[in-house]
């Protein structure tokens, strides 16, 4: 007899048989999902694995009847709502809020006594940062999971988090968590098992017994922390070898050849999604496949193991979306979002890194030109995903500007990153920003920005000079900035604190765990009482949270913002004003930004589809000001334009 191979659809409903939930109620609905999905969950095994084929997509069908057995009800039926509304993240309404548990709101119970704070702003989608159980201190922030299946003891339990996820839920609040793909900590039990000797746990890992292969790969690979934790690779007397640790020494980077990896992470998968998480962070996504004579970033087989968990994922838990975390150039960065055979199947989020670099670099330079030239290069994206738009994370900056775009607008791409540092560190002549320096790289000469946004943007240095006038112009400056940011299209990310424009935190000097990691100034704890100020516009927290709020009621007010449209980011007749038109059946916008804080004009030609029409600025309800063919900005304006 001559096997018939089995497709993914086939292999499930084997599955289900075996598990004995053949006729369970709602097995119709994931047959039909499986002859959905099942083409791409094979794709990508068979893109990525070394292994046996056959025997990776029948683990994977038992795991995917699991997990979707295990499903609570109420998660059932926010899937079929999901199904009907699968652009909820695109949709102009979508605006993202971004804390720590601890720094935010104390535990998980503490977050969920805070919903309406998050509720007044507009939110729709909350990232907690990293909750899952890390190695104790140093934990790179919670990037070091120790177990991802229990919630760090000092923030409540999984228990707890099931029950933030459903409150949040009955608030429309979609809820993201951090799942780390590249590396666990030393301290998990994957890591603990290889370490004694387990040689199953072993080749979950890459070790190596000397430096040769080590040093070969070492060759292509850049450094990402080359101050705190330099080199790839760390030597382990238990293990008695080299293990791969791209980020700190105590971040051990997993095998995703090893079949057993992906099956681990599969279930993982599902396991959070059934806590009640609908978006899945996926962490250093860029990392998890290695090549010899490469940087080891954006393999091809990255997008084939994400296209798998995916799969998975929309077969047996379809209201989970991905969010990729790739801080990578232009022409890597769409590939998460999907290309060719990948589009659609893959990440349906990624962060938008280069226009949070160019917003940053525009004002600086008071020049939007090396922005629309390094945007103007992104391919569209596929019209069911989105960009995650941002000014500040909880990461530092790093000035990923193009050589030859920099040289396109004559420019020298070094000497350019250097002036970005330097202004952002505050070192520059003439700077508006108080920031400081993170891993400054002597081989290299690269280095990255560590401050939060209000402090970049002029507020502290005002503050500290106590001059309103000052003060006035750095709060323009942020509001521009924040409206090219909820202007883009995408889920605008509001980092905790920077709704309130709170400045750097030096606090972090005296905990011994974050001394050494000045990311830690823009990771501020929640002041309450400061936040109570929000409503009185005669303060600085009000004046600031009053206008990113505004942006996100004007956003919503807007179809033209939902992200299966593309902005198309234009320059002027004057290199200090941006254009971003958008079009879309519903109407056109076109926006238009003054990046300096000098008074400008330009051409009326940067309006675009609206040239000619009578139009109104959707944020202030005025018309704008036109003088013949000249459009009149005052500094740091920023308009969204539409017909009346
Ligand atoms: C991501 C996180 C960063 C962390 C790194 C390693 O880039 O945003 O904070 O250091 O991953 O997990």
Redesign the pocket.
Known sequence: MTAVALDVAERIALAARRQGVERAEGIDDLLARARRWGADLEAGVRAASTDDVDTLLDRLADIVVEGWVARPDPLRARDRDRLLTPDWFQRPDALGYVAYADRFAGTLEGVTSHVEYLRELGTTYLHLMPLLRPRPAPN??G??VADYREVRADLGTMGDLEKLASVLHDNGIALTV?L?L??VAKEHAWAEAACSGDARHRDYFYVFPDRTVPDEYERTLPE??PDFAPGNFTWDDRLAGWVWT???DY?WDLNWSNPDVVCEFADLTLYLANRGVDCLRL??IAFIWKRMGTSCQNEPEVHALTRTLRAVARIAAPSLVFKA?A?VGPEDVVHYLGVGEYAGNVSDLAYHNSLMVQIWSALATRDVRLLVRALDRFPPKPTTTAWATYLR???DIGWAVDDADAAAVGWDGPAHRRFLSDWYAGRAPGTFAVGAEFQVNEATGDSRISGSAASLAGVEQALLADNGALLDTAVRRLFCAYAMVYGFGGIPLLYMGDELALRNDSSFLDEPDHVDDN?WMHRPRMPWDLAARRSSPATLEGRVYGLVKHLGDVRRSLPSLHAAVESSVRETSNRAVLAVVRSHAAGDLVQVYNASPDWQRCDTFALGPLLGRPVVDRLSGEAPEIEGNQLVLPPYAALWLTGR
């Open positions: 790179d922030g990037y070091a951090d780390v590249n590396h990402v922390f791209t980020f700190n971040q962490d250093a975390e801080i994370c909880h990461d990311r």
